[in-house]
């Protein structure tokens, strides 16, 4: 946790991609938003964002992309659908169910979280 002082309410949010091929080393692809309550400024990414995120990942693996989306309603915007069917000839997408922890790792990374601090708060009462 980093501690900011000062007027707060603005945030920074982040959307990354980590690409891996069989006997190349792992990749990592993100776009970071830093949103500071001016007017007129995007509070969150657009369906633009993660489309520009699928082709900066497609240009510099100069490979077909297979695309996992959870339930983000971003996710499901038509556009980002219509993007997929236009590029089908390198990009595949696949959707998750809406609840599927074995198959999200951010859902055990929740899981993981939560037992910790409870962990923690057992053993300082104790």
């Given amino acids: 946790m980093v501690r900011v002082r000062g007027a707060g309410g603005g945030r920074v949010s982040i959307a990354g991609v980590a690409c891996y091929r069989p006997g190349d080393r792992p990749h990592l692809f993100y776009h ?8 007129g400024e ?15 990942a497609h240009r510099q693996l100069s490979a077909p992309v297979v695309w996992v989306w959870d339930n983000l309603n971003i996710h499901l915007a038509p556009e980002l659908a219509s993007f997929a069917a236009e590029n089908k ?11 599927a922890p ?18 923690v708060s057992v053993m300082r009462r104790g």
């Fill in 89 to 99: 000839e390198w990009l595949r997408v696949y959707r998750l169910p809406a609840y």
């Fill in 42 to 56: 995007a509070k969150g990414f657009s369906w633009q964002d993660y489309r520009d995120l699928i082709i900066t």
């Fill in 32 to 39: 970071l938003l830093v949103y500071r309550r001016r007017k």
């Fill in 102 to 119: 074995d198959l999200n790792p951010t859902e055990g990374c929740v899981f993981l979280r939560s037992t910790l601090f409870l962990g």
